[in-house]
């Protein structure tokens, strides 16, 4: 069961992979300055989270509007993020949670997928800029996808 409304969000620092090589992306640079969606997916390359972070990709504006980044959390590494985001053109920030300390703060861990191992269970948080958790779902299988209207409803109504 995900991590609860009104906790204060698990910060972390994860690898990132983009032009210019590895960069740090850190939650809590975000507090004071923007909301922050958090996506966990399951697995690179797979049908369900290319056509997820891809729709996001597609209406970012209407997160930037809200003034909200929104960062996308795997367990694959950032080299195979890059190379995923390069082939299907997702334009949001992909972390790579490798040593899965994220999702087991969150507490979003998929045990034993596919009998791949543990990845990270399909959740999504909205974060508000003082770094509490506004909302919070994970869905019910690895195939549904979260309530993209409700996480935008919650943005909504922050400042």
Known sequence: MAIKVGS???DFTLKSKNATGLVD???SENFGRKNTVLLFVPAAFTSVCTKELCDVSAGLSQYSKLNAAVIGIS???PFAQEA????EKIGITLASDLNKSVIKAYDVVFPNLAGIGDTAARAAFVIDKQGVIKYAEQTPT???VP???AIQKALSGLK
């Open 25 to 27: 992306i850190k939650l």
């Open 147 to 149: 309530d993209f209207n």
């Open 75 to 77: 367990v694959d590494s």
């Open 8 to 10: 204060k969000a698990p």
């Open 84 to 87: 995923w985001a390069k082939q």
């Open 142 to 144: 690895p195939k549904d």
